[in-house]
């Protein structure tokens, strides 16, 4: 049987032929070819249409969030879907989570605009075993955003569906505690997974939750934000600072009011880069897997949706 | 015997005097009352006249570097000097390293010129596993900020004036090991005691044998960097950008040229914190042990500096 890598990017096509040349890797198939094909490996997007291939098994995914495909809502029921779980991702986004928290708890825009002015202002800085940071959502990165901010003394709490138990996070689930887990939050760290709970969830319900002055940081979708209401909370003091990586529309327009706001700031989806040569393996081994008739790992459950 | 807090700025004199209320402390002492005094607590400066004390035994920092004292060299060699070593400190300075390594690493100055600009440029990340930090000086601070520069990712190695070992941190000691140290510094972060032999060690010498395009960070003393080597390195390419929060003289005049350069960031003294009710119970138990005749902890050794 074959494999069809579907659209995939130079770098991830080049990675995925060198980890498993010992397969039979096709970039197209047409007609009768597409009776072949038992694994699908795609970047962003699988094709829709399912009936040409007959024997397909496995849409494999190349990166970690899958909810571009999920949320179609069109996938047959007997397809598997597989995602990468990848350390040196969790790693990459902590790195982001850290720098953009310290940055925050810092003032350091403040600081660099004092700078500007050639002022020298001693502030007053609370003690991060003070300073509460909230991370929504608590898979495999946002467990290692938690972990690595617990070490640098920051008080961190983590809110997720599911009740989780993690050391040294105090652990909140479910929408009943959601303001619960909100209350304490200085700093509050989006990494959920993207599902129809959980779209639009960065609301100004949601704001009015957080004590006055709180700093909010989206890695997760840009869909988790409701845009409109990000504005009004920092005009009301409700926001100190915003760190956008993801954006509903991406690259985003040059028209777009965020861009004029100095407390938000954007960076251009790069938190979390997963390297092909990395992750590379791990998806050989899942095509390998279906080849064998064994059960591919990191699956996708389509009932949450992640 | 009585205790001099001798021109403590008011919150370090509120938390001695709450800490110590079973202590005689005076804030000012003249003539014959002088002879009580057994131990002088101080902020940046001791007094210059000590033969007015004729039983003082102790001077006790509120702060962890005493250079301004041990540099001038005129204590009788009868007194002793203590220092202040504060975990909170350290996690303090770990913040402000971390912070300003992740601001290098991802070059968000960069990003943030970019961001100005309205465009939206993805850019290539080196993963921390691939990147190395080096540590000047391995003391407390410099210790802690391994260990965690360590835990993020980041290859770390350490330099010191005599050997360490510490877990996870490639060690390296003495002047003759400088070089090797240095050449694969991606970013090289100074927490160096100021002494006669670590005075200037900042100058081109050193730039020169980093890899092309580092980063520096300077937390130990102003008086580390040589000032006038500084431009031109970043001039030459052999430095891509630096952060300063210890400068020679504080405050920065306006009329330094480093305000104007954009790849120098100068940030107020700031990045290492002393809360005085942290550090006020370890100040007492020194102020308590010279009063019942017992060696104070943290003591200076003067034959080294630190």
Same mark, same amino acid.
């Given at each position: 049987?074959?494999?069809?890598?579907?659209?995939? *990017?130079?770098?991830?096509?080049?990675? $995925? @032929?060198?980890?498993?040349?010992?397969?039979? !890797?096709?970039?197209?198939?047409?007609?009768?070819? &597409?009776?072949?094909?038992?694994? !699908?490996?795609?970047?962003?997007?699988?094709?829709?249409?399912?009936?040409?291939?007959?024997?397909?098994?496995?849409?494999?995914?190349?990166?970690?969030?899958?909810?571009?495909?999920?949320?179609?809502?069109?996938?047959? *029921?007997?397809?598997?879907?597989?995602?990468?779980? #990848?350390?040196?991702?969790?790693?990459?986004?902590?790195?982001?989570?850290?720098?953009?928290?310290?940055?925050?708890?810092?003032?350091?825009?403040?600081?660099?605009?004092?700078?500007?002015?050639?002022?020298?202002?001693?502030?007053?800085?609370?003690?991060?075993?003070?300073?509460?940071?909230?991370?929504?959502?608590?898979?495999?990165?946002?467990?290692?955003?938690?972990?690595?901010?617990?070490? @640098?003394?920051?008080?961190?709490?983590?809110?997720?569906?599911?009740?989780?138990?993690?050391?040294?996070?105090?652990?909140? &689930?479910?929408?009943? @505690?959601?303001?619960?887990?909100?209350? &304490?939050?200085?700093?509050?760290?989006?990494?959920?997974?993207?599902?129809?709970? =959980? =779209?639009?969830?960065?609301?100004?319900?949601?704001?009015? &939750?957080?004590?006055?002055?709180?700093?909010?940081?989206?890695?997760?979708?840009?869909?988790?934000?409701?845009?409109?209401?990000?504005?009004?909370?920092?005009?009301?003091?409700?926001?100190?600072?915003?760190?956008?990586?993801? @954006?509903?529309?991406?690259?985003?327009?040059?028209?777009?009011?965020?861009?004029?706001?100095?407390?938000?700031?954007? =960076?251009?989806?790069?938190?979390?880069?997963?390297?092909?040569? #990395?992750?590379? *393996?791990?998806? $050989?081994?899942?095509?390998?897997?279906?080849?064998?008739?064994?059960?591919?790992?990191?699956? $996708?459950?389509? =009932?949450?949706?992640?």
């Amino acid at each position: 049987m074959a494999v069809l890598a579907y659209k995939l *990017p130079q770098p991830w096509l080049d990675a $995925i @032929m060198a980890a498993g040349s010992h397969l039979d !890797i096709r970039t197209e198939v047409d007609g009768k070819a &597409a009776r072949d094909i038992k694994s !699908i490996v795609f970047a962003w997007t699988p094709p829709t249409e399912f009936e040409a291939y007959p024997n397909l098994r496995l849409l494999q995914a190349v990166g970690a969030g899958v909810d571009r495909v999920v949320m179609k809502g069109s996938i047959p *029921p007997h397809l598997l879907i597989a995602r990468v779980v #990848d350390d040196s991702q969790a790693e990459c986004m902590s790195e982001y989570v850290l720098l953009h928290v310290l940055r925050h708890h810092h003032r350091l825009d403040h600081l660099q605009r004092e700078f500007a002015h050639r002022r020298w202002e001693f502030g007053v800085r609370t003690p991060a075993r003070e300073c509460t940071v909230g991370i929504l959502g608590l898979g495999r990165l946002g467990t290692d955003v938690a972990r690595k901010l617990a070490i @640098m003394g920051f008080r961190v709490r983590g809110w997720s569906r599911t009740p989780k138990v993690i050391a040294g996070v105090e652990c909140f &689930a479910g929408r009943a @505690m959601l303001d619960a887990f909100l209350s &304490a939050c200085r700093h509050l760290v989006c990494l959920l997974p993207l599902t129809p709970q =959980t =779209t639009g969830i960065l609301d100004k319900r949601l704001f009015a &939750a957080l004590p006055k002055g709180s700093y909010l940081i989206n890695v997760g979708r840009g869909e988790h934000l409701i845009e409109a209401d990000l504005i009004p909370a920092l005009e009301a003091g409700i926001l100190s600072g915003v760190t956008l990586d993801v @954006m509903r529309e991406e690259p985003v327009p040059a028209s777009h009011p965020f861009w004029n706001d100095p407390r938000i700031l954007i =960076t251009p989806h790069t938190a979390s880069v997963m390297y092909p040569r #990395d992750a590379a *393996p791990q998806i $050989i081994d899942n095509l390998d897997r279906v080849e064998k008739g064994l059960v591919p790992e990191n699956l $996708i459950d389509l =009932t949450i949706g992640y």
